[in-house]
């Protein structure tokens, strides 16, 4: 057999594996057209063409809440997410709820007592990675911000992998009263946790200022709130 004689079983290989690939052959020859005087009759392949895509619904927009003053919208989680954002601030400016709390580890703790300071909330899990990394960022927060008349609280899932409570507030070393959540998150509930960590602020009139807010953005967030609210002489 001559290499002539195999051209146009190549030729067609050629348009085949064009086809196959949704492209149409740019040329008889390169289609597989014979190189005798007598030309071939050109092999109709048939060629895949794109499927336009299907017409996707209309997306509802929905008005972006706007921050609540002093704070900023990058301080917080989900903020550029109209439907997440305006979830977060439904119940800024509300009375913060009352923590119901069977026992805690370190000192008792109650909003209705606390009133007067600035309250931060955090609540966490302990099968949580961005809960436990945050945690040295909550201790120095306590340590640096409790002669400016704030007090961090947290409170644990109380659903999942509760037995390691003590473990992970030991091996964090926390430094500020911590409790365990109960009657299945009753006290996220309140609060319309959405995520873990969430992080709360209530003000020295026991309202929520802040919700959903990053652990990073914190310390900005009280130093905001206490040029508002500065601790009392």
């Known amino acids: 057999m001559s290499i002539l004689s195999t051209i146009p079983a190549v030729g067609l290989i050629i348009a085949l594996h064009l086809a196959g690939h949704g ?25 895949r063409r794109a499927t336009p895509p299907a017409a996707q619904p209309e997306v509802q ?31 800024i400016g ?18 209705k007592a606390l009133k007067g300071d600035i309250v931060v909330i955090n609540f966490w899990a302990t099968w949580c990675g961005p809960c436990k990394s945050a945690m040295p960022t909550m201790n120095k927060i306590a340590t640096e911000y409790a002669d400016k008349g704030v007090r961090l609280i947290g ?27 109960v009657k299945d998150r009753a006290n996220g509930q309140k609060y319309e946790r959405l995520w873990f960590p969430f992080i709360v602020i209530v003000d020295r009139e026991g309202a929520i200022r802040a919700k959903g807010l990053r652990p990073a953005s914190l310390a900005e967030a009280l130093d905001a709130l206490l040029e508002e609210q500065p601790p009392k002489s």
């Not at 014979?34 to 109709?44: E, I």
């Not at 509300?94 to 703790?109: F, I, N, S, T």
């Not at 390691?164 to 070393?173: P, R």
Request: net charge negative.
């Open 155 to 181: 409170i644990c899932d109380d659903r999942r992998a509760a037995e390691n409570f003590d473990q992970v507030c030991e091996q964090y070393k926390v430094s500020f009263p911590m409790a365990l959540d």
């Open 94 to 111: 509300d009375p913060a709820p009352e923590l119901e709390v069977d026992a805690w580890r370190g000192d008792a703790m109650s909003l």
């Open 23 to 47: 492209l149409v052959p740019v040329s008889e020859t390169a289609a597989g057209a014979s190189v005798s005087a007598a030309p071939a009759q050109r092999q109709q392949v048939p060629v």
């Open 61 to 91: 927009t929905e008005e972006m809440a706007e921050v609540p003053p002093p704070f900023q919208r990058d301080w917080f989680y989900h903020s550029d997410r109209a439907v997440m954002w305006n979830r977060i601030v439904t119940q």
